[in-house]
């Protein structure tokens, strides 16, 4: 069913490798604006001053960590409709690659430089967290792929249907920004106006920051079992979702 | 021993909206031939195309591709047919030896890439990027994907549309070549001189109606039986000699250029014959028959390029 997936995985790694302004927006940049945010914020050894909202303070890695993700999903949609709009998803239609070798290529390549970038935020950012320099690595990471994967589901709903690359770009922000808003980092989600806590119940995002949050902090995966429920729901239907409207050309 | 047909289709239709793309279309493709479907932009020749390739459904109609149904064994059918799409497009950074290695992955017996790209004369460009090539080398490299599988029918869509004549002839050449190699050939072209070089028979597609199907030839003697020929001689008699034969319709005489028009084959013959029987000096001579081009104006009504 995924014939050619491996190939077509690491030759979109290095088609994407080719390109150095996709790296560098990639990786680069967020990492750049974690360590000048951070110094900003929180100069070296000083504690945390008590005013700071905690999205700047004790949450800042759970914020880059979503942003990052969402970042993944503006991508896979703009990459989509660019693949859409240029064609060459019309001539991958006529050989045996289905939809979702495509699609699943394309999120293994930006699961691996979300990784990637992680990798290094988690480096950088051990000089200004030393607190928190003991957090559960492997289950953060875990709960991170995790919550990627779920969002990057509906990611792959926009990108089934969205026509053209112009197109991508504002109906993707339009989804994922506001979808960041209510998801509870910002503001916690039982002072949220009551329309805007049923649509946050029904975000992939609002799980995820809950998830990524309580893992960081320490929590157990027990406590946290309605979050991982939910977004394997939210996974399993924008899926198969995609696969239903799924548009070549 | 009956051969079955490669491509059988009829009654095919197909609407998008109100638009009726193609209606009541019906040909049949033989093994081993190169058949055309010719008209205009926006004839229904891609819809047709891509409704036989399995990529449209169709909404009324019988269509068989090498005995199976395009629509339901969609599957079966890709390992056996090569498809180059109208306007398609790769990765721009996509190296060419890339793009037809990861097409062989895709298939279970494929050819050998490295001797697709050198046979279609890509071997000095196998380590450049898509976006590097030339029109013509992109067409070439997607000539060299619809062979990749060693398929039994080929479909080319507009294949040298946008190129230069140099490299247009370039591919002529090759598409003769997949069919010297046994495979059966389908393509569409709104270029008449492509069609009449290259195809066995075409079928000739207006407003997503087929008007007629045969080779280039039948076509021709079919709907412009007419023949010209322009002498130029200083014989005095020659317009009032040429007038007593009787397939000739009119001459007409512009000092010593006459232009002799009549119809059927034998014209020409019968020009030279009168010629040789009188002696006389001949400083020019020259013959001109209709071409698709003509065939399509008098079938439509309209020329090819409105």
Request: some cysteine; hydrophobic content about 45%; glycine content about 8%.
């Amino acid at each position: 069913m995924l014939r050619g997936l491996w190939r077509l995985t690491w030759l979109e790694v290095k088609i994407f490798v080719r390109e150095p302004l996709g790296v560098l927006g990639t990786v680069v940049v967020p990492v750049l604006v974690f360590v000048v945010l951070a110094r900003m914020l929180r100069p070296r050894g000083e504690p945390v001053p008590d005013e700071m909202p905690p999205v700047f303070s004790s949450d800042l890695p759970i914020l880059f960590s979503v942003l990052i993700a969402a970042n993944a999903v503006l991508s896979l949609v703009t990459i989509i409709a660019i693949y859409r709009e240029g064609g060459i998803l019309k001539r991958l239609r006529a050989t045996p690659l289905r939809p979702h070798t495509i699609l699943t290529a394309h999120v293994l390549v930006k699961l691996l430089f979300t990784a990637f970038t992680l990798g290094l935020l988690l480096l950088a950012g051990r000089q200004y967290f030393p607190v928190e320099a003991d957090v559960p690595v492997v289950s953060f990471t875990l709960a991170l792929l995790f919550s990627t994967v779920s969002i990057i589901s509906l990611g792959f709903l926009i990108a089934s249907v969205v026509p053209t690359a112009r197109f991508a770009q504002p109906v993707g922000t339009l989804i994922i920004y506001p979808m960041l808003g209510v998801s509870g980092l910002f503001v916690a989600v039982e002072s949220l106006p009551p329309l805007l806590q049923a649509l946050a119940r029904g975000l992939p995002f609002t799980y995820a920051v809950s998830l990524l949050r309580g893992i960081w902090h320490g929590a157990g995966w027990s406590s946290h079992v309605g979050d991982v429920f939910v977004l394997t729901l939210l996974f399993v239907v924008f899926t198969a979702l995609s696969a239903r409207f799924f548009r070549w050309g | 021993m009956t051969h079955r047909p490669a491509i059988h289709v009829a009654a095919l239709r197909k609407t998008y909206g109100r638009t009726v793309a193609v209606d009541e279309v019906s040909f049949e493709v033989q093994p081993g031939e190169i058949f055309g479907l010719i008209g205009p932009n926006g004839a229904g020749k891609t819809t047709t195309m891509e409704c036989v390739e399995g990529l449209r459904a169709p909404d009324r109609g019988i269509i068989s591709v090498l005995g199976l149904d395009p629509a339901r064994e969609a599957r079966a059918l890709q390992a056996r047919i090569g498809v180059q799409l109208q306007e398609a497009q790769l990765q721009k950074r996509i190296k060419v030896r890339e793009a037809v290695a990861l097409w062989a992955s895709l298939y279970r017996t494929p050819a050998d890439g490295d001797r697709l790209i050198e046979q279609l004369g890509l071997g000095d460009k196998r380590n450049a990027w898509f976006m590097t090539l030339s029109g013509g080398q992109k067409q070439r490299l997607f000539i060299a994907l619809a062979l990749i599988n060693d398929p039994e029918l080929v479909f080319l869509d507009e294949l040298t549309t946008g190129l230069d004549p140099q490299a247009r002839r370039t591919i002529w050449d090759l598409v003769r070549g997949i069919r010297q190699r046994g495979k059966t050939v389908l393509l569409t072209t709104h270029l008449m001189e492509e069609a009449e070089r290259l195809c066995d028979r075409v079928a000739i597609i207006d407003h997503g109606r087929i008007v007629d199907v045969g080779t280039p030839a039948e076509l021709v003697r079919r709907h412009c039986p007419e023949r010209t020929v322009f002498v130029t001689t200083d014989n005095p008699a020659a317009v009032e000699r040429f007038r007593s034969i009787p397939q000739i319709q009119s001459v007409e005489s512009n000092g010593s250029h006459l232009t002799i028009r009549g119809v059927g084959d034998d014209l020409v013959t019968q020009v030279i014959q009168c010629l040789a029987e009188h002696g006389m000096r001949v400083i020019d001579f020259r013959s001109e028959t209709p071409t698709l081009e003509d065939v399509f104006l008098r079938l439509t009504g309209h020329t090819i390029r409105d």
